[in-house]
């Protein structure tokens, strides 16, 4: 009976440190088959530099449920690959935000037979334009409204540019790392056409609740080091 209660004793401790890291990305190269991509990547990475005793694991929840539970305090985890402006936190005083492990930014993809011109007047007037449902994208979402260009709105990024290859909308914005990825898979360097978009890069952070602390100072000086580590650069490589 003692050697039970050690048992259940030391079972709920190690329990009690594997954190959770919730992401509602489900779309390559950040996640992809739902068991490996860079995101899998970032947890394998975190497992070998954490502490000893402490464990992370990726766990999928849908943007509107996430969003609902940081808003309500019942997030049981951190969450993986957002940054301030997502969340409406410039100011960095409603969650706890690390440095960025990495960088990105939004293109516009076009078909090359038809590639949309964002410099020219009126070019984009009435063109359709493929984002994720539930998704805000500041700075981005004024453009589009400026121009005058119709949202329609998908599950994830993989879906609205394979709605591009097939001809069913005009343009999509997305992820550069998204875009580059999906081309090089498909094979599609001579058939899409990808450009800058305005707007600050994406700054790809781990957001943790407030007054979680502990968490944070577990993973902090580990997200510090990690963009420029050359093992994280080795393991993110083949995505690229």
């Not at 985890?77 to 402006?85: A, L, S, T, Y």
């Not at 984009?124 to 004024?142: M, R």
């Not at 968490?215 to 997200?223: E, F, G, H, N």
Request: aromatic share 8%; hydrophobic share 40%.
């Amino acid at each position: 009976m003692p050697l039970l209660i050690l048992s259940m004793t030391l079972l709920q401790a190690v329990r009690a440190d594997t954190i959770t890291v919730y992401t509602s990305a489900n779309f390559a190269p950040l996640v992809i088959d739902g068991s490996r991509g860079i995101y899998h990547e970032a947890i394998d990475y975190l497992n070998k530099q954490a502490p000893q005793g402490t464990s992370f694991r990726l766990a999928y929840l849908p943007r509107k449920r996430l969003q609902m539970r940081l808003e309500d305090g019942s997030l049981d985890g951190i969450v993986i690959g957002m940054m301030p402006q997502w969340f409406d936190d410039v100011a960095q005083k409603k969650y706890l935000w690390t440095t960025p492990f990495a960088v990105d930014r939004f293109v516009l993809v076009s078909r090359a037979e038809n590639p949309l011109q964002p410099d020219v007047a009126g070019a984009l007037h009435g063109k359709t334009i493929g984002l994720t449902l539930g998704y805000v994208y500041p700075g981005i979402d004024e453009w589009i409204q400026r121009h005058g260009l119709l949202r329609h709105d998908a599950m994830s990024e993989e879906i609205n540019l394979e709605k591009l290859r097939r001809g069913r909308i005009d343009c999509v914005a997305v992820s550069e790392s998204v875009a580059r990825y999906f081309v090089r898979l498909h094979a599609l360097n001579s058939s899409l056409t990808l450009v800058d978009l305005p707007g600050r890069a994406t700054e790809r952070r781990f957001l943790v609740p407030l007054g979680r602390n502990d968490l944070y100072d577990k993973l902090s000086p580990i997200v510090k080091r990690m963009r420029d580590d050359p093992q994280w650069l080795r393991m993110t490589a083949k995505y690229q």
